[in-house]
């Protein structure tokens, strides 16, 4: 099993709202990254955690906040978004004893306006 | 500094076909591990194969293959007996170890249409 799970799938905010984006996995992952993708470019790197802590911030804006309550779980929490933050938002998981492969959700579009 | 440079933004193929989807990467760690995955238009990233630096063989994953020349630094993806289903952006990967974990580097992509 190669699941990992990210809800919803689709979020549309304004610019005042706050929401949150969800991902589980159950393979006993214990990394577990965000990205952002924009239309016809690559995923970029937000953040990475490893073992429940935060071992990668890449100069996200603070408007974007993770959160890993557990070994499974990761949330990231979206508040004073720009409509520039609209994207697709990936989450995904790899765990050394499996080569560190990455495996991703589905994503959730997220149009902000 | 790490990169992985994608040359071919799009690739047209034959139903049936073999294609090879070319991928180089840049990088001085002698430990490394290369990856290829799909995007269909839907946004899911999947996983296809994987290569690391110091497997012997090049990797095979049904009909995914990667042919892997280290001296050149390059990865390519061949797929073979192309379908229809294969119509999607491909990436390829790097990971690299950095601060107390693993990143993944991605390219440019590749786009794919198979032609009926």
């Known amino acids: 099993d190669t699941e990992v799970t990210q809800t919803p799938k689709h979020l549309v905010m304004g610019m005042t709202n706050k929401k949150s984006l969800k991902c589980e996995q159950h393979?006993?992952?214990?990394?577990m990254y965000w990205y952002k993708q924009k239309a016809k470019k690559p995923p970029e790197l937000m953040f990475v955690y490893s073992y429940e802590k935060l071992s990668i911030n890449e100069s996200v804006p603070s408007r974007f906040s993770p959160e890993c309550p557990n070994s499974s779980l990761l949330n990231l929490h979206l508040h004073a978004l720009q409509p520039e933050d609209s994207a697709l938002y990936l989450c995904?998981?790899?765990?050394?004893?499996?080569?560190?492969?990455?495996?991703f959700g589905a994503g959730t579009r997220l149009s902000v306006l | 500094a790490q990169k992985i440079t994608q040359t071919q933004p799009g690739m047209f193929v034959q139903e049936k076909e073999a294609v090879t989807l070319d991928c180089t990467y840049d990088?001085?760690?002698?430990?490394?591990?290369l990856f290829w995955y799909k995007q269909p238009s839907s946004g899911e990233m999947i996983f296809l194969i994987y290569q690391g630096s110091y497997d012997q063989q090049n990797a095979t994953e049904g009909r995914y293959s990667l042919n892997f020349q280290k001296a050149r630094k390059s990865a390519n993806l061949v797929i073979s007996a192309s379908q229809l289903g294969d119509s999607a952006m491909y990436f390829c990967?790097?990971?690299?170890?950095?601060?107390?974990?693993?990143?993944?580097?991605f390219g440019t992509g590749t786009r794919l249409k198979v032609l009926a």
């Open positions: 995904a998981s790899s765990n050394s004893e499996k080569r560190n492969i990455q495996y």
């Open positions: 990967a790097m990971r690299r170890w950095d601060s107390g974990t693993y990143k993944y580097i």
């Open positions: 990088t001085s760690d002698p430990s490394y591990g």
């Open positions: 393979m006993g992952h214990r990394a």
